[in-house]
């Protein structure tokens, strides 16, 4: 299954407030893991740089839980596409309470429903872990691009230590199933730059060791 075709009461008993799964960073050993989500959302935010007057696409919108970091004033255009229905309506309610003018619609990556070259940036949150075909959601991305576009993203991947990667791939085949269709191991970074993409690393890290428990 994808991550959209699980239910989403699955995520909100296993998950933080955010519903981000592989998204949690831990900057002390008393964060919880809500404290956890918004941290990693915030480290996302401040490195972006977006720019005044975007015209933005959020690939993977799902749930509208990066809307608050969008500053409404400085956005042109936002578009969100996720292919989940009840994720949707929690993104337009998201957009909604942010006084944002946002067109959030239902579609998938690997044939977005755009024109070629309309986005100036496009946003990606732990979304390329999941996708059936990423080599095709990357196209789509470069596709509907201006020449001179950037796309962002955060993303989790295979890890840089061969003894981490070993656990990843043995934890895998169980992991997808559980996590609707999450791989541990795809390269990101290296699909980007196969799809044309010149890359520049923001960060990359492993998160501190810490377990966080919802309840």
């Avoid at 956890?36 to 720019?51: H, K, P, Q, S, T």
């Avoid at 255009?77 to 944002?100: H, I, N, Q, V, W």
């Avoid at 946002?102 to 872990?129: N, W």
Wanted: hydrophobic letters at 40%.
């Amino acid at each position: 299954q994808q991550h959209y075709e699980v239910p989403t009461e699955f995520y909100q008993r296993c998950l933080g407030p955010r519903l981000k799964y592989s998204s949690a960073y831990f900057t002390s050993n008393t964060s919880t893991l809500a404290d956890a989500e918004i941290d990693m959302l915030n480290l996302y935010v401040d490195r972006a740089g977006i720019a005044d007057g975007q015209s933005i696409l959020e690939l993977g919108c799902g749930g509208g839980i990066n809307m608050e970091f969008y500053e409404p004033a400085r956005v042109t255009s936002f578009t969100g596409l996720d292919p989940s229905p009840e994720l949707l309506a929690m993104s337009r309610a998201a957009a909604a309470a942010r006084g944002m003018r946002a067109d959030i619609q239902g579609g998938i990556g690997e044939a977005m429903p755009f024109e070629s070259g309309r986005f100036d940036t496009v946003v990606t949150t732990f979304t390329l872990c999941s996708v059936r075909d990423p080599a095709a959601v990357l196209h789509e991305i470069r596709r509907i691009l201006r020449p001179d576009g950037v796309a962002l993203f955060l993303e989790h991947g295979a890890a840089p230590d061969a003894d981490v990667r070993k656990w990843q791939g043995r934890i895998e085949p169980l992991w997808k199933h559980m996590a609707g269709n999450c791989h541990l191991t795809r390269p990101i970074g290296a699909a980007y730059q196969s799809a044309g993409f010149q890359t520049e690393i923001m960060g990359n890290r492993y998160t501190p060791k810490k377990i966080g428990r919802a309840s």
